[in-house]
């Protein structure tokens, strides 16, 4: 009799990974409550909420602090973190991302570094309706974007020279592009922990970034905030926002290091060659 049954506990094994990759998916484009989950997957409430709990059981989905809607997990993360490494920050650091937004008021951010060139993979907008563009895509030379600043700033001696010996190009009147002025300001921000630009790279927006570090201490990011400059920043705020910024970087560096780890002893040794310059 038992021997009868076990076709039909497989088939219900299999469905039931089925309808968990089916909520899995659906979080991937952020995160969300019940009801919608269980509309996007054609589920009974019910089974989503079963499935919820199992998930968050196996750390593959977690709740967001205080509020009812799902997001996917650290697990998840940790899991996929070998495969694609900036895929797997941009989830990470998302929650850091609205939470700076939503305490500040601006857009916020999160820039790679690609070659010589910053590559702007998320940014979180505010419902402010006078705002900056969503930048997700692009990608430009660093020494006119704070993110690009706090990158080179952490760079090795060896690769800030061949930076510095290049042509860099002015996009507005207030862009640095002199050599032994861009250093001196890389040191100030070396002492600072972050880096502000003031119109230097479009005019009329300010921003500012602060270096996100992975498990092995290696700066592989930028956190940033940027805002129409006639509002952005207060006058006497720089400091104070330049170390909220600051934390928001230290909690992703935080979370990248707990996902590392993971995958070090998953592993059972050392994970993937660090992101460089």
Do not use: C
């Not at 038992?2 to 506990?9: D, V």
């Not at 630009?197 to 970034?209: D, K, L, P, R, T």
């Not at 940027?226 to 992703?252: C, D, K, M, N």
């Amino acid at each position: 009799m038992s021997i009868a049954r076990l076709p039909g506990r497989r088939e219900n094994r299999v469905q039931s990974i089925e309808r968990a990759f089916a909520v899995l998916a659906a979080l991937a484009d952020g995160p969300i409550g019940v009801t919608e989950l269980a509309d996007r997957t054609e589920l009974p409430k019910s089974t989503v909420a079963r499935l919820l709990v199992s998930l968050q059981r196996e750390g593959a989905v977690e709740q967001e602090p205080g509020g009812t809607r799902y997001r996917v997990g650290s697990r998840i993360v940790t899991l996929a973190a070998a495969v694609l490494p900036t895929r797997s920050m941009v989830v990470l650091a998302r929650p850091e991302l609205e939470a700076l937004a939503l305490a500040l008021g601006e857009a916020a951010g999160l820039a790679v570094p690609e070659g010589f060139q910053v590559h702007y993979v998320d940014q979180v907008d505010t419902p402010n309706p006078v705002s900056v563009r969503d930048w997700t895509g692009s990608r430009v030379p660093m020494h006119a974007v704070p993110s690009g600043l706090v990158l080179l700033a952490h760079s090795a001696p060896a690769t800030l020279a061949r930076f510095l010996a290049r042509p860099m190009e002015a996009f507005t009147p207030a862009t640095v592009t002199e050599p032994a002025a861009l250093r001196e300001r890389l040191r100030q921000v070396q002492l600072d922990g972050y880096a502000w630009v003031f119109g230097e790279f479009s005019v009329g927006i300010n921003s500012v970034a602060a270096a996100v570090a992975d498990e092995a201490g290696e700066v592989v990011a930028a956190v940033h905030l940027h805002g129409p400059s006639y509002r952005f920043p207060l006058p006497g705020s720089e400091e104070q926002i330049g170390e909220e910024v600051v934390a928001a970087a230290a909690r992703i560096s935080a979370r990248l290091r707990q996902g590392g780890a993971a995958t070090i002893r998953r592993n059972g040794g050392a994970s993937g060659d660090p992101r460089r310059l």
